[in-house]
């Protein structure tokens, strides 16, 4: 889970100076569909060592288009993908937490969307894993038949990297949600300048 959101934020890092004009560049012969399938792959290949490749992409389409939700056949177009892959990696997604699947009452096909706030909750989900994974390796550790061996040197290795996590990660949320709440303000008031 740490890894995905690492790859996360690396991803979204990488690409956040230039996402303006990978917005709503979805629509086949659009100008820009190019950096949109660019951006689709390269997410994908970033992403290939935590999420299968289909699923990535998906998450990509879903982060480009300027849509606030994309419906199961647009992703079938948008990735040339056949229902079934949309489905299994839509199902893959949900189960991560990184998106949301309703129905459209109009055509009944199923909507994605990226959850509100995936990042800081997939961080915080992160946490709570950080923290059970620690409890299972103090309890591990106090067992007798560990004392003095190879493997309790790397459970506690693994325990130490863990509880330098526990720490940071609740404090980065805290961080980020601060700078974020200060960057709506400056926009606003870049907006009332310019409105």
Known sequence: MVNTVQATVDVVYFFVNDISARMSVMHEGDAGADQAEDFIESFAGLYSSQLPKMAARMLAALLVTEDTELSSRDLIETLGASAATVSNSGRLLLRLGMVERTVSPETRRDLYRIRDDVWVRMYREAGKTVGSTIKLLNEAL???????????????????????????????????????????????TRNEKSG
């Open 142 to 188: 106090d067992e007798r038949r560990w004392r003095h061996s190879r493997a309790t040197e790397r459970m506690r290795e693994m325990r130490d990297f863990y509880t330098f996590l526990d720490r940071d990660i609740p404090e980065m949320v805290t961080r980020y949600e601060k700078w974020r709440a200060e960057q709506a303000g400056c926009q606003r």
